[in-house]
């Protein structure tokens, strides 16, 4: 009986642990090249580090995009590995080598069962950055269940439902990129509410207060309020993007494993199918119920012939009596009358 799957930190603290690392040096990166003076530009200068807030915000898209090459460079892999995935012989890396079990047996009386085991020992030769793609998972487990039943019957049921499981399993891939898509935008409303107070907080009426000093710091808090909410819509709209193009890849690689995979089986295991003891057992009853079913139609059809010949006998028999019976009568009337 398997076992059921446990929490693990271990796989699920790479998922967020990773991607952070990566967008902190990236922005870390940036900031340097500002710094630096590499990028001199004054607008992308006061955009990107004109606030507190426009640098949380620029971590947060730097994290977000990290988080999306990750998934973009997982998927690209899968797609170079797609056409190399298979269960055929001649297409495994390493052929297993054969047990004194296999070596004995004629291929012609292995079970179901045994030849799914074969197929999976091949399977596990292939190297282990294989073993994180969706195809081979899916025909992993598609094995495991054929495995245990000895049977292909229900194949196509447990498939369909490690696909939903497939499709659940992408979309917790990108939980992390859209909880940023969402946090990002409000950050920079955050941004537009505190330049406007502190804007308005700066504004002081009197003769001993200057009024272009007044009017430099409002218009500084302005360009706060309202290059933190740019800033935001902007890196929130090119994230949303990507992630568009990223997920619109994986669907069609979904979809490319959910063919292959019932390809790879019904090719591998046609011919256990032909040869499942049940559905022998159902061709031979449905064998033998027709064989019944003819022989008691033709005997019917027999008793049907029989009785309509005995039903026209007796009535050619009716009908000569009254024929005789009428010519007598005639005869004894047309005598007298003469």
């Known amino acids: 009986m398997p076992q059921l799957r446990r929490f693990n930190w271990a796989r699920t603290l790479p998922t967020l642990v990773i991607p952070i690392c990566l967008g902190l040096t990236f922005y870390l990166g940036i900031c340097f090249l500002i710094e630096q003076e590499i990028l001199a530009d004054k607008t992308l200068r006061r955009y990107l580090t004109g606030h507190p807030i426009s640098k949380i915000t620029l971590a947060m898209f730097c994290i977000g995009f990290a988080s999306l090459m990750m998934i973009a460079d997982n998927i690209a892999q899968q797609f170079w590995a797609f056409n190399r995935i298979r269960l055929s012989n001649d297409s495994t890396p390493i052929d297993p080598k054969p047990t004194e079990t296999t070596r004995e047996q004629d291929p012609g009386s292995i079970t179901t069962a045994q030849r799914a085991a074969q197929s999976s020992c091949r399977l596990h030769h292939y190297p282990t950055r294989f073993h994180g793609h969706y195809l081979w998972q899916r025909l992993e487990k598609g094995l495991q269940f054929i495995q245990r039943a000895d049977s292909t019957r229900g194949v196509e049921d447990e498939l369909k439902y490690q696909a939903d499981l497939d499709i659940e399993r992408q979309q917790q891939r990108y939980s992390l990129v859209r909880i940023l898509v969402w946090a990002i935008p409000m950050l920079g409303f955050l941004g537009t509410v505190l330049g406007i107070s502190q804007a308005l907080g700066g504004i002081q009426v009197g003769p001993e207060n200057d009024f272009q000093e007044m009017m430099n710091g409002l218009r500084s808090s302005l360009y706060v309020a309202f290059d933190t909410t740019a800033l935001a819509l902007t890196l929130s709209i090119v994230l949303m993007f990507i992630q568009f193009l990223v997920d ?29 003891p049940s559905a022998m057992a159902m061709e031979r009853m449905g064998r033998i119920v027709m064989s019944t079913s003819y022989q008691l139609v033709q005997r019917q059809a ?4 029989a009785t309509i010949q005995d039903a026209e006998d007796a009535w050619k ?14 005869k004894g009337s047309f005598a007298e009358v003469v």
Do not use: G, H, Y
């Not at 994986?250 to 490319?256: A, D, G, H, P, R």
């Not at 027999?302 to 012939?305: D, F, I, R």
């Open 248 to 276: 619109r890849f994986e669907n069609q690689l979904l979809s490319m494993v959910d063919e292959k995979t019932v390809q790879e089986i019904s090719n591998s295991f046609q011919k256990d199918a032909e040869l499942d």
């Open 317 to 330: 028999s009716v009908v000569s009596d009254s024929n005789d019976a009428v010519s007598s009568s005639l």
């Open 302 to 305: 027999e008793l049907w012939k």
